[in-house]
């Protein structure tokens, strides 16, 4: 098994939940480590699908990355995480997010913070030591009391979705795994692994035991080309339609470039996510606005150029490497050069 290497099951905007049975199958056939899931309030709801996942499966790990800790109460989430644990024998990771401001806001509900989530995580590990707790009053809530079952001692691994310094050091003083954002440069990935490890070892703890995943989208020359368009460049689009501001920060990228791809009449006239409703013609023309620096923060060409790619993620500093944007079916072809590469 390459503990190494992960994907996402139904990757980006699906409307049929039920492949996720066939893509874990297929993906724990590859032998990858671990099988990520995202949420999207829609048919992605994430414990619907990691129950799917984690039942139909035998090895590979099962993981959110990442569903959100104000959606549900904590009672429901350290039970849902339980659940996980035992139905899996162990292979299932509680991964968190941010998720989106405005989203929350429509919803009344308060945007996410580095407080909240750290707040939470020693909620979740205390409930699932078997605690009681009483009186509760954090940035995370005020509770009376929370219990799950006073004989649990559960040792279940908590993920946190990384983007800016703050969270990133969060990441390496309270939880486990840190899965960083796909499209980050090479120098973006360095500079965020870096601020994992040094707050691990500021909270006293073994930075190796902390494992930074890189979210590289890999996309090879095989899947067709209409796909490729959407899978790269339209999801490149949608992450700057929701938080463009953020990614080119963090990359260090021409905000000017940001700012005529916004003005764009055809971006404009989107009405939702571009990687999911945006037609093939209007991928096209988005994709003139785009760098080609911008794009090339990806594992792209033939299958023995994205197995390189993976694994340059690697040789820059990251623990693992989540092959993004493509399905485990469209991965087989990387994942066999990269097991080649590494036999020879």
Known sequence: ??????????????????????????????????????????????????????????H??????????????????????????????????????????????????????TAQLEDFAG???????????????????RYTRLRLDPRFDEPIPLGLVAFGPRTLALGGRAFDEVVLHTYFTDETLVRSVRIVKE????????????????????IGDHIPESRRLRATVGRLATYLQ??????????????????RFRADPVVAGVRGAIDAVATDDQVEHI???LPAEWLSAAAQGSAQQCAVGVRAQLRVGADAVIMHGATPTE??????????????
Request: charged share 20%; glycine share 10%.
């Open 1 to 58: 098994m390459n503990r190494e290497l992960g994907c996402y099951l139904l990757a980006g905007a699906s409307d049929d939940p039920r492949k996720v049975i066939d893509e874990v199958r297929t993906a724990e056939e590859l032998n990858l480590g671990t099988a990520f899931l995202s949420e999207r309030f829609d048919v992605k709801e994430a414990v619907t699908l990691s129950g799917a996942a984690g039942a139909a499966s035998e």
């Open 60 to 113: 590979i790990r099962i993981a959110t990355a990442a569903t959100n800790h104000n959606t549900r109460h904590p009672m429901v989430t350290a039970a849902y995480a339980t659940t996980m644990h035992r139905l899996t024998r162990g292979r299932f990771m509680l991964g968190l997010g941010r998720g989106g401001a405005q989203t929350f806001a429509a919803w009344n509900l308060p945007a996410v913070t």
């Open 123 to 141: 909620l979740m590990r205390r409930l699932w030591r078997g605690e009681t707790i009483r009186d509760h009053d954090g940035p995370a809530g």
């Open 199 to 218: 707050a691990a070892e500021r909270a006293g703890r073994d930075p190796a035991s902390v494992r930074v995943w890189s979210c590289c989208a890999t």
């Open 242 to 259: 929701i938080y463009g501001d953020l990614l080119v920060s963090t990359n260090r990228w021409d905000p000017d470039v940001l700012a």
């Open 287 to 289: 994709s003139g606005l």
């Open 331 to 344: 991965l087989a072809p990387v994942v066999a050069a990269y097991r080649k590469s590494t036999a020879g």
